[in-house]
Structure formats: C-alpha cells, structure tokens
Nanobody, 115 residues
Framework: QVQLVESGGGLAQAGGSLRLSCQAS????????MGWYRQAPGKERELVAT???????IYATSARGRFAISRDNAKNTVYLQMNSLKHEDVAVYYC?????????WGPGTQLTVSS
C-alpha cells in the first residue's frame, strides 16, 4: 500500500508564489509517475502536471510557463512550484502516484488566492 501526504497549500496573493510538496511512503515501485491534479468548486478534477521517475514532464496548458513540477526520487517526494498565481488557480490540489497497476491519491490540499 502507498500513502501520500500533501503539504504547502494555503493562502497566497494573486501574482504570488507557493510550493506544494507530496511525500509518498509504503510499497513504492521504483518506476512510477507522480503528478498534481486539482479540482475547483463545481468542476471536475483536472491534470496540472506530471513527472516520471526519469524526469519526463507533462503540463496542462494552464500551468505551462507558471508552474514547475520536480521530484526527489530518494525522498519519494514530488513538488509543484506555482508562480504568478491567479484566482483561477483556486482549487484543492491532489497528489497522485501511478504505477502500471495502481493509482494512489493524497487527501488534497487547498489553495486560495487573494486579491
């Protein structure tokens, strides 16, 4: 079993920055994809960014150029650096770890952006 714990969410100003972290623990297969998804009120969960064990990344259009995903394989941790925050970024952000056979999700962390 794999457990994911997100941290770093909270309140940020529009135009500001925030970094999310997610640490995985448990039976982690070495080859996996970790990523961030978000769900805004009244909307479906959507991809923000993903990163493979080998560093390959995918970004949603809304995140490209403003957000940066990275990971520390030794710590089983994935990060999401968010810059130039907008009100449209307000959502619960979920960490995900995917292997060939399973997907695991964290409980989520709230991001609020103030004017």
């Amino acid at each position: 079993q794999v457990q994911l714990v997100e941290s770093g969410g909270g309140l940020a100003q529009a135009g500001g920055s925030l970094r999310l972290s997610c640490q995985a623990s448990g039976s982690i297969f070495s080859a996996n994809v970790m990523g961030w998804y978000r769900q805004a009120p009244g909307k479906e969960r959507e991809l923000v960014a993903t990163i493979t064990t080998f560093g390959g990344t995918i970004y949603a259009t809304s995140a490209r150029g403003r957000f940066a995903i990275s990971r520390d394989n030794a710590k089983n941790t994935v990060y999401l650096q968010m810059n130039s925050l907008k009100h449209e970024d307000v959502a619960v952000y979920y960490c995900e770890l995917g292997t060939a056979n399973n997907d695991y999700w964290g409980p989520g962390t709230q991001l609020t952006v103030s004017s």
